[in-house]
């Protein structure tokens, strides 16, 4: 999903990333004239001159636009890479593992809070937990469901986050020549800013997931352990851990 994302926006009949560099090349030239013309003004009018500084930033800026295409791949397929298990993403073993620590913690803490009570003795005391288990079994079934939908926008939204991450990669054309004059360089330094900040959002959703399966674990109840009624946290848990 997220290779079709950028492969839909390179290529294809509708091809935004060529829309856009070609945009791109035009805005350069009207940033170039802008900022030699400022230079010259400002020479005819005594203020000294930083031609050198500025043929400078000419060179590199032009040579970011040519090459973007595959800078902008690169950048694109590193941010790939923060998907894999191990990289940013946990895999199947890591989410385990955080559901059954939330399973066992709820189960510990239930045990406690069952040894804590009076014993009724017996089948008096198991008939006396029917209503506590059916009704945690019954908050444990939508709790699981709601983390579960928890766990698939988590998907979707780090999907949509590539979708923006590659939109301001392909629009790179339009912000990179702005860096050519001091009255537009800002929007050029936020454009950057907001690119390199997917690096940090893409591993946040890593730990969102195993949250979310830290959540799911810990809701779920172990029916054949009851004899009393449960911990006060995991009715907690389940009535607001979803939430």
């Known amino acids: 999903l997220i290779g079709t994302i950028w492969t839909a926006l390179n290529g294809g009949s509708y091809n935004l990333a060529g829309g856009m560099q070609t945009l791109g090349a035009g805005l350069w030239s009207v940033m170039c004239v802008w900022a030699f013309a400022s230079e010259a003004l400002d020479l005819a009018a005594g203020k000294g001159t930083n031609l050198p500084g500025l043929l400078l930033k000419w060179g590199l800026v032009g040579a970011v636009l040519v090459y973007w295409p595959e800078a902008s791949t690169a950048l694109y397929d590193a941010a790939k890479t923060l998907t894999a298990p191990g990289s940013g993403m946990p895999n199947l073993r890591?989410?385990?593992?955080?559901?059954?620590?939330?399973y066992r913690q709820m189960q510990e803490l239930d045990a406690a809070a069952a040894a804590s009570q009076i014993p009724l003795g017996g089948v008096v005391s198991q008939l006396a937990a029917i209503p506590a288990a059916m009704t945690m079994n019954l908050h444990s079934a939508i709790g699981g469901l709601v983390c579960l939908m928890c766990y698939a926008i988590v998907i979707i939204s780090l999907a949509g986050t590539f979708?923006?991450?590659?939109?301001?990669?392909?629009?790179?054309?339009?912000?990179?020549?702005?860096?050519?004059?001091?009255?537009?360089?800002?929007?050029?330094?936020?454009?950057v800013g907001v690119v390199f900040s997917f690096f940090l959002v893409i591993p946040l959703y890593g730990g969102a997931l195993c949250a979310v399966f830290a959540i799911l674990g810990g809701s779920v109840p172990n029916l054949q352990n009851y004899t009393a009624l449960p911990s006060l946290e995991h009715v907690f848990q389940l009535a607001i851990g979803p939430l």
Not at 172 to 178: A, H, K, R
């Open 94 to 102: 890591d989410l385990y593992v955080a559901f059954t620590q939330g």
């Open 163 to 191: 979708m923006i991450f590659a939109m301001y990669l392909v629009m790179g054309p339009v912000f990179i020549p702005l860096a050519m004059t001091e009255a537009f360089s800002s929007f050029f330094y936020k454009w």
